[in-house]
């Protein structure tokens, strides 16, 4: 029987996680608590631990999972950028789910965008209260406007075939274009330049951490709404606020934030918002923060459980190889083993 340390775990998270555990003889540990140096000590007496996307899985609490005989991270989101896969190559082997539901994502990214232009949620509390004013609900047409997505992979193709369907005209900029895939790739200061929307779709790395600062959002246009459903990293929250202020941003949709780890998830709502940025960002009416929920869907919760419980048992059967194995060497072509159907070490 493998036992799973099931970190952060939420209600939402347990009812598929214990059907598809029962089916593949595996019983899961669900803690409520988010996984770091701290609380790592309930792994204990588990083969495997189960994280999610604000557990802190960094060097130290790598090397205590490794000497209490845990021997894999399973990452129950796509994004891996809070698990330091360095430290954990030759020790922990580390699994995720590289797509449940880009649909979910790339879905939500255009409610935010719509109900950010259109202004849907100042009419929604207005007509509560009976107030049928149009004073200040004034939008613009996404037809013909141009709409600039940064990262085309699964999640960034399918909110450039929505915008399509707007009669958006859509630039790309991606580290490795897709080739012949009919997407107009343009250098990124030029989508900086050129969009009156801009949505994020690629993983925060080094690289990308903050490519939306205060030298980015100059270069844009005024009244570029943002959107970012990919890691709030990608953003220099405060940078973003002085856009807003400055009113060069014309509006921004929010579904992940870089210091969201100790507000996300939560029910904050009988607490003072220490953090002032988040509380600022929150006070603007042309801001549209949503809780890192745009992955949540009946649909894309099934496929988490499922994938994630297969990637389990795969990895502990017959010295099992997993095609969702991650390490610093995957995509290296010289070094990546499993593109010769390996394990990574
Ligand atoms: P993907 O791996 O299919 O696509 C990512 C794309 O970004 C690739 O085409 C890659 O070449 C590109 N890329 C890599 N480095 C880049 C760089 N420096 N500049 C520009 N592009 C670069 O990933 P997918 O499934 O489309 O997910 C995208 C992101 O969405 C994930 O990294 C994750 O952080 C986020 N996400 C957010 C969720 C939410 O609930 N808000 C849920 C799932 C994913």
Do not use: W
Not at 192 to 204: T, W
Not at 323 to 343: A, P, S, T, V, W
């Amino acid at each position: 029987m493998i036992k799973v340390a099931f970190f952060d775990a939420k209600p939402y998270d347990i009812p598929s996680f214990e059907a598809y555990g029962k089916e593949h003889d595996m019983t899961f540990r669900f803690l409520e608590t988010k996984l770091n140096e701290d609380t790592v000590e309930l792994a204990r007496g588990c083969n495997a631990v189960c994280v999610f996307v604000n557990d802190n899985v960094n060097a130290a609490v790598i090397d205590r999972l490794y000497e209490f005989g845990v021997r894999l991270i399973a990452l129950r989101s796509a994004g891996y950028n809070n698990v330091d896969i360095r430290a954990a190559f030759g020790k922990v082997h580390v699994v995720h789910v590289p797509a449940y539901s880009p649909y979910a994502v790339a879905e939500h990214a255009m409610a935010l965008l719509l109900t950010s232009v259109r202004r849907i949620h100042k009419a929604y509390n207005r007509t509560r209260e009976f107030n049928f004013s149009l004073s200040g609900l004034t939008g613009f047409d996404f037809h013909g406007k141009t709409v600039g997505v940064v990262g085309t992979g699964k999640i960034g193709r399918i909110f450039i075939d929505i915008c399509r369907g707007f009669g958006m005209h859509v630039i790309a900029y991606d580290l490795f274009p897709a080739k012949d895939s009919g997407i107009d790739y343009v250098p990124l200061d030029e989508l900086f330049e050129r969009s009156d929307i801009i949505s994020l779709h690629c993983p925060l790395t080094d690289e990308t951490r903050h490519m939306i600062g205060e030298a980015s959002i100059e270069k844009m246009k005024k009244g570029v709404v943002i959107v970012n459903t990919s890691r709030g990293g990608l953003i220099d929250t405060a940078a973003l606020l002085e856009g807003i202020k400055s009113r060069k941003v014309g509006a921004a949709c929010l579904d992940v934030y870089e210091e969201e780890a100790d507000v996300f998830f939560e029910d904050r709502s009988g607490h003072i918002m220490n953090d002032e940025l988040l509380a600022r960002l929150i006070s603007m009416p042309n801001v549209i923060v949503t809780s890192h929920q745009a992955f949540l869907t009946e649909e894309a919760l099934n496929n988490i459980a499922e994938t994630t419980v297969h990637n389990i048992r795969s990895c502990f059967d017959n010295d099992g190889i997993c095609d969702n194995e991650l390490c610093y060497r995957c995509g290296d072509i010289e070094h990546c083993k499993k593109q010769r159907k390996q394990r990574c070490f």
